[in-house]
DNA sequence: CAAAGCATGTAAGCAGTTACATGATTGT
DNA sequence: ACAATCATGTAACTGCTTACATGCTTTG
């Protein structure tokens, strides 16, 4: 239970096209979502079919015409109870921390290499997010402060997870000095 | 790329069955994979098709059949490249964030009540995973001064995600109280 | 006597991805 | 001229999950 419940929450705030919810789900990091099409479209046939949106079909011309959907009463209700339902853990997978299970199998200087390849990777990712943060606080849109609150909130959790990671990969590193060279 | 791999990493220790890696995954908590044996047993078969593993088969009395597999020099070969490709972000989703953004929708009452549901799942998270580091210093089995350093550094991340987490949520439970009730 | 463990597997399905297909319009 | 944007959609695939099926043995 997933993105179906993402896009009935975007619809909450206003009507939207599929290709305007695929851009959101592009834009927005913190949504996991890799906004393809494929995905979304398929889902508002279903929320559709499920009666929890509406569909109105817009001609353009010199454009192709668009389909705006709208959340219904029957969807808003099915919004509302996500947001009450029991919490679920933050689902992690690192696929870096399962290979060092088998680092015994590298020589020092390997995993030294793949270490710094996994450190350039981090940073890189605190930078982004640092810049997304600081460019979507000049576009702000109307917030109430809790929400504007809530949202520096998450954002800032988020950054803070990824410097923590580098944090204990520089720990790592360090420690890893003490063991010059596993398999002589 | 994927649990192919980790299970060509139990097998360069030493031959299994299946039934032994799926316990070995469902034990271990930083394997996120839920040791579901439909997916342990396909991919084994295809790790045999492509010459990655061999299979033999050992009759018992009073018990099933035994396959166990081993490893080939092809299959070494597979997990080492692995080892060394670039490493990959951590995915992170975390369900909880995405229903924060649309808290609006929620009362103070409300989101107080799931913010604290919240908090009690990652409070029994961090015991379980304490837990688990607890029991498994006790059964380590042979190895080297550098894999230990380097399974307890994991492990220790695991634990230090889930308690700055935690801490992250309080501090968000503290700063919500500035906004007494959003919609009145 | 029931439950858990040993040991294999299959079937059905969900969530998500990549890549493809179409076709006009606008920007560099 | 080429690429990007607008706007829809389909097909094929991967990875993973739940649930089912079988059948014998050990433990509580």
Redesign the interface.
Known sequence: MSIRH?IL?FL?WKPFTGYELKKRFADSL???WSGNNAQIYGSLVKLHEEGLVTIEVRQQDKRPAQKIYTITEAGRRE??A???A?????????????????????GSR?LEL?VE??GR??EA?VLMCRETRRRGSEETPNR????S???K??ED??I??FE??LA?LR??EE??K??PE?RP
Chains 1, 2 share one sequence.
């Open positions: 993402a929450g909450s913190s949504f996991h919004l509302k996500w947001l009450l029991e919490p679920e853990l933050p689902e992690l997978r690192n696929l870096f921390h399962i290979r060092l299970a088998w680092a015994e199998l590298l390997e793949t390849a996994y990777l981090l990712q109430s402060p809790r929400e609150f809530i949202w909130s998450v959790n988020r803070e997870g923590r990671e204990w720990s790592l420690g890893l003490n063991f596993a």
